[in-house]
Structures are given as structure tokens and as C-alpha cells.
């Protein structure tokens, strides 16, 4: 029998905690019988949960935890501060070995920091980046980074292209993924300071495919693989692509419905509509790994329901088959 995948789950994080993390580590038990979930947190109300589904008991086990990181603490004093709450417990089974990874919607600083300061980087890695998957008209891409170094340099940038470039090839499939760097303009001139710096280091490193400059009007249609930039930029990304998806969706909404005519025309097109929202949901990818530690580390959005956790448990048993940190640390350590 093949070995099993083993996830720990920070039941306790997230808007939507514990029910919709609970039952998102039920759905990707039941669907794949590759992983096993340790459900780490307030164990009483996790039993309480899991009585409602039928489930492999023998793949999900809790593991009490009694304290919980909120957002508005200060991540690194709540790391050391609270060694037993849900998501340091979850660290701690990563570096153990206990967990082959963790998912958490809980404190992005608390998993960021922990992940750096319990997991642990792997050898030549300067800043573990941040990196989701966002989709676009050809699939999706890789924004890296999107939250976790927002003082960044040329170098960073630089292994952020090289990790992102393992990740997509590896864990994605996409065969020699095409890198580009965020900026205001197409011309190799252009950009801040930090992009000037980063530019001619990417375009000479032997290691990724670099097809130069792009602008935010072009990571939608997909012109490149990976998207590099430092966090800051990479943040705003993110939260206006979600934004302007919410506000797209709510607009033909209102508009569909807005006379007898148009609800007439909405039902013939629903189903299409339905398959294009569906490949435009970051949801359907799951969280955003931190990648370059010695175990995988997954933040989930904060509004994570059932099915992004879900999605977040399956997507690291690809990661663990793939064996991406030894090619990390290979390539980095040439």
C-alpha cells in the first residue's frame, strides 16, 4: 500500500473556523485516499464537526491544541508566546516529520513567521516567497511573491523565479514555464529601482525561461507562467484581481436580472457563465504555498470555505510525490 500523505489542518484558523475547515479536511479525505488529516485544535468542538459526516476514522485523528493566534496579534511574539496554539502545533508537526505538510487560514503573519522561524528554510534559500496560483485566460499562473517580503532585493527576486519556475514545472506541469517580471512598461529600461537591479539577473540566469517585462493589463490573458515581483506589488495583484472578479460577477448579475428580456436571455447563458466563473476562482487551486522551507507550509485565504481547504490538502500530495524541496535545493545550490 502506498504510503499515505499526512496533513496537519489548523482547524482553529480562518472566518470560517472551525466548521468549514473541518469539513474541508473531511472532503479531501473521502475524495482522495491518498492523504490523512491531522485536525489540529479546540478538540471538542472538532469532534463535534466531524459527528456530522461519515468519514475513514482512520485517516483523520485530532490533535488537541489549546491556544489560537487571532490577526491582531504581533505574529512573531504570538509564535513564541503561544506554543500551543493551532498553528505552531502544525508547524511543529512539519518539522518533526509527523506532518508531511500544513493548511492553515489563520494569521498570514503567524504562518509566515512561523514557517520561517519552526520549519525551517532549505539551504540557499534567502526569502521563502508567498505563491498562488491565479487564473487566467490560458489557465493559471504563479504570482510570486504576494505577502511575504515586502522589502525585497534583485537576488530575491531572482530565486523567487527560480523556485516558481520548479514549482510550475514540477507540481503544475507546465514544460519550461515562461517567467516575467511586473512593470510599468514593456522597454528592459523601465521600472523602479528594484526591477532595473533585478532585470538583467534574470535575464542572464540559465535556469528559467525570461521573456522580459509585463504589465498588470497582461497577467490576465496568461502571457506568462510566472509572474515575479516583491510583495507589496504582488499584494495589491491579488486583491485587485479578486476585487474586480467579485465586482464583474455582481454587475452581470444585476443586469441579468434587470428586466424580463435580459433574465430570459441569463438562463439561456447560465451554464456557460457558470464554467467561465468556475475557471476564474482561485478557490478551485487552493492556498498559496510558502515555498523554499524544509516542509510545505499552505496559507489558505482568510474566508476559506470547505472547498479551498480541501483543494489546499490535495494539492500537497502532488507537492510531496514531486519531491519539490530536493529540486529546490539543488538548483539554488548549483
Do not use: W
Amino acid at each position: 500500500m502506498e504510503e499515505l500523505v499526512t496533513v496537519a489542518l489548523d482547524a482553529m484558523g480562518g472566518d470560517n473556523a472551525p466548521s468549514e475547515i473541518v469539513k474541508g479536511g473531511v472532503d479531501a479525505v473521502n475524495e482522495s485516499k491518498e492523504v490523512r488529516v491531522l485536525m489540529v485544535g479546540d478538540a471538542e468542538r472538532i469532534q463535534a464537526e466531524l459527528a456530522k459526516y461519515t468519514y475513514d476514522k482512520e485517516r483523520i485523528e485530532i490533535v488537541p491544541a489549546t491556544e489560537v493566534i487571532s490577526n491582531n496579534e504581533s505574529p512573531v511574539h504570538a509564535i513564541r508566546n503561544k506554543p500551543d496554539s493551532s498553528i505552531v502545533r502544525c508547524q511543529k508537526l512539519v518539522k518533526s516529520g509527523e506532518a508531511d505538510a500544513m493548511v492553515s487560514a489563520g494569521s498570514t503573519g503567524a504562518v509566515l513567521a512561523g514557517g520561517q522561524l519552526i520549519v525551517g528554510r532549505i539551504k540557499g534559500v534567502q526569502r521563502p516567497p508567498l505563491a498562488p496560483l491565479i487564473p487566467t485566460a490560458k489557465g493559471f499562473s504563479l504570482l510570486i511573491d504576494c505577502g511575504a517580503n515586502v522589502d525585497a532585493r534583485a537576488q530575491h527576486l531572482l530565486q523567487f523565479a527560480q523556485i516558481g519556475s520548479i514549482y510550475m514545472e514540477r507540481i503544475m506541469g507546465v514544460e519550461k514555464p515562461k517567467v516575467a517580471i511586473v512593470n510599468i512598461g514593456a522597454e528592459e529600461e523601465k521600472g523602479n529601482q528594484l526591477v532595473k537591479e533585478a532585470y538583467p539577473l534574470l535575464k542572464e540566469c540559465p535556469s528559467i525561461h525570461f521573456i522580459g517585462s509585463i504589465e498588470a493589463r497582461d497577467i490576465p490573458s496568461g502571457e506568462a507562467d510566472v509572474i515575479v515581483c516583491e510583495a507589496f506589488v504582488g499584494n495589491v495583484i491579488l486583491k485587485l484581481y479578486e476585487g474586480v472578479g467579485m465586482t464583474l460577477i455582481k454587475k452581470m448579475k444585476t443586469a441579468m436580472m434587470s428586466s424580463f428580456k435580459t433574465k430570459i436571455g441569463g438562463l439561456l447563458v447560465k451554464p456557460a457563465l457558470k464554467r467561465v466563473a468556475k475557471e476564474f476562482d482561485s478557490g478551485e487551486y487552493g492556498g498559496a504555498p510558502l515555498l523554499g522551507l524544509k516542509g510545505l507550509v499552505v496559507k489558505a485565504h482568510g474566508s476559506s470555505g470547505a472547498r479551498d481547504i480541501k483543494n489546499s490538502i490535495l494539492r500537497c500530495i502532488s507537492f510531496k510525490k514531486q519531491n519539490i524541496n530536493v529540486r529546490i535545493e539543488e538548483v539554488l545550490n548549483q
